[in-house]
C-alpha cells in the first residue's frame, strides 16, 4: 500500500521558516518526479514546486528565493525549506507523486503574527 505522509506544517510568524517533510512508504520516490501544492482557504490548489528525479526544481514565481526543495532518497523523503515566510503562504500544502493517483494527506501552514 502506497503512503505519502506530510509533515511538518505549523503556526509560524511572518519571516519565520519552515521544513516540510513528506515522506513515502510503498514506493520508491527515487524513481518519481514529487510535486509539492498548496491549498489556500477558498482558493484553488496551485503547485508549489516540483523536483524531477535529477534533482532539478522547478518553483512558482511567488515562492522562488525563499523556498528550496530536497529529496534523499535514502531515506525516502521529500522535503521543502520555507523561509521568509508570509501571510499569503497559508495553506495546506500537499505532496503528490506526478502522474500517478497517490497524494498525502496535506499538513497546515499558517503564517500570522
Known amino acids: 500500500q502506497v503512503q505519502l505522509v506530510e509533515s511538518g506544517g505549523d503556526l509560524v510568524q511572518p519571516g519565520g521558516s519552515l521544513r516540510l517533510s513528506c515522506a513515502a512508504s510503498g514506493i520508491s520516490l527515487s524513481g518519481y518526479v514529487v510535486e509539492w501544492y498548496r491549498q489556500a482557504p477558498g482558493k484553488q490548489r496551485e503547485l508549489v514546486s516540483e523536483?524531477?528525479?535529477?534533482?532539478?526544481?522547478n518553483y512558482l514565481a511567488s515562492v522562488k528565493g525563499r523556498f528550496t526543495g530536497s529529496r534523499d532518497n535514502a531515506k525516502n523523503t521529500v522535503f521543502l525549506q520555507m523561509n521568509s515566510l508570509k501571510p499569503e503562504d497559508t495553506a495546506v500544502y500537499y505532496c503528490?507523486?506526478?502522474?500517478?493517483?497517490?497524494w498525502g494527506q496535506g499538513t497546515q501552514v499558517t503564517v500570522s503574527s
Open positions: 523536483i524531477t528525479t535529477f534533482g532539478s526544481i
Open positions: 503528490k507523486l506526478f502522474g500517478t493517483k497517490y
